[in-house]
């Protein structure tokens, strides 16, 4: 893992800064960047993914979308993060840190707050947390919480989350009567 991790970050800091000065666009080498990170996953055991998560990808978006938040731009096709003068589009942050929810299932929540706040998409952030309330690895003290974000994302966009596809009257009576039939069994 250790040159897999050597060559991802010359690439990062070296490839992925070297097109920003050039000012060109800089699609290509988020693509191959991208496409570096599956193949080190791919070729690397299970075991050793960690290595690579953690060592170079995680930090290096965690620092890019930190700067996103406050250097925003929207165009025509969706939103277009800038960070530190490298274009990084929303879809590819999505998708990256999607893959890394299915290594490490507890980072979804820390995903759904960045669709929530910093990539302004609400209805991916609503998805994720309804899969946070669906899972039973979920602490019950963190439910609640879970609970409140969901249903305020849920009611400040109802039509972004309508659209793919959360039903949140269905959602809401089939709390209560779990609710209910828990408060049944207790008595």
């Not at 980072?107 to 309804?130: G, Q, T």
């Not at 309508?162 to 069994?185: H, M, N, W």
Request: charged share 20%; proline share 4%; aromatic share 10%.
């Amino acid at each position: 893992p250790r040159l897999w991790m050597d060559y991802l970050n010359f690439y990062q800091n070296y490839c992925l800064l070297l097109d920003t000065t050039t000012k060109e666009t800089t699609t290509n080498s988020i693509t191959t960047w991208r496409r570096l990170i599956n193949r080190a996953l791919q070729s690397l055991p299970v075991t050793q993914h960690n290595k690579i998560w953690n060592g170079c990808v995680i930090p290096f978006l965690e620092k890019k979308i930190i700067v996103l938040n406050t250097t925003k731009e929207d165009n025509n096709k969706g939103n277009t993060l800038i960070a530190s003068s490298l274009l990084v589009p929303s879809e590819t942050i999505v998708s990256i840190l999607r893959r890394y929810c299915q290594y490490t299932p507890l980072y979804r929540k820390k995903l759904a707050e960045y669709c929530e706040s910093i990539l302004h998409r609400p209805a991916e952030a609503a998805l994720l947390y309804l899969e946070l309330l669906e899972d039973p690895r979920t602490a019950s003290t963190q439910k609640h919480d879970l609970w409140i974000k969901f249903s305020d994302l849920v009611c400040r966009y109802p039509t972004k989350c309508t659209a793919v596809g959360i039903e949140f009257d269905e959602l809401v009576r089939g709390a209560l009567s779990l609710q209910q039939k828990q408060q049944k069994q207790n008595n």
